[in-house]
T-cell receptor, first 107, second 114 residues
Framework: KNEVEQSPQNLTAQEGEFITINCSYS?????LHWLQQHPGGGIVSLFM???GKKKHGRLIATINIQEKHSSLHITASHPRDSAVYIC?????????FGTGTSLTVIP | DSGVTQTPKHLITATGQRVTLRCSPR?????VYWYQQSLDQGLQFLIQ???????AKGNILERFSAQQFPDLHSELNLSSLELGDSALYFC?????????????FGPGTRLTVT
């Protein structure tokens, strides 16, 4: 059983669409991260959340601690958003990762 | 550019061999994390160091070891390599010690074991 589950696994969207990626986890956490991995392999940390909501540009991340669920939203999606988005949580001294959501945004 | 450097970029070696991967954190960051990303297992946390001391340990095999030096760079040593060790190895750094603060990832080292 995976401690972190993401959905969907794959997502294709038209440019301009609103996108939601979901993450559910089964362990107690101190923080949740959203990571972006580009086709070339590089990883960028987008958000770190322990409660509430954060916004950066067109990206919004929310977390519901009681429901053990987080969402990453992308507004007005653009082809350059095409990447794999990975949800990761810290639980105690351990870190668990989702398997990622592969997003393709078509012009 | 995250400010985290990793060398080498690519490494091809044979089974049974030993390799060392190097990571230099962002200036001022005291924490270094090592991760393995393989096709079948995804991203996995290996180990964290903070200011030279081991802080947290994940799914790191006994054949693997790491250390962080006084100048804060870190090395990940992989020995008795097996085909299944082929993966991308990332290091990341952060200013935060015990909590998992914002992390900055290096470009990764792609290890191929033949």
């Amino acid at each position: 059983k995976n401690e972190v589950e993401q959905s969907p696994q794959n997502l294709t969207a038209q440019e301009g669409e609103f996108i939601t990626i979901n993450c559910s986890y089964s362990v107690g956490i101190s923080a949740l991260h959203w990571l972006q991995q580009h086709p070339g392999g590089g990883i960028v940390s987008l958000f770190m959340l322990s409660s509430g909501k954060k916004k950066h540009g067109r990206l919004i991340a929310t977390i519901n601690i009681q429901e053990k669920h987080s969402s990453l939203h992308i507004t007005a999606s653009h082809p350059r958003d095409s990447a794999v988005y990975i949800c990761a949580v810290r639980s105690g001294n351990q870190f668990y990762f989702g398997t990622g959501t592969s997003l393709t945004v078509i012009p | 550019d995250s400010g985290v450097t990793q060398t080498p970029k690519h490494l091809i070696t044979a089974t049974g061999q030993r390799v060392t991967l190097r990571c230099s954190p962002r200036s001022g960051d005291l924490s270094v994390y090592w991760y393995q990303q393989s096709l079948d297992q995804g991203l996995q946390f290996l180990i964290q160091y903070y200011n030279g001391e081991e802080r947290a340990k994940g799914n790191i095999l006994e054949r693997f070891s790491a250390q962080q030096f006084p100048d804060l760079h870190s090395e990940l040593n992989l020995s008795s390599l097996e085909l299944g060790d082929s993966a991308l190895y990332f290091c990341a750094s952060s200013a935060a010690p015990g909590t998992w603060g914002a992390q900055y990832f290096g470009p990764g080292t792609r290890l191929t074991v033949t």
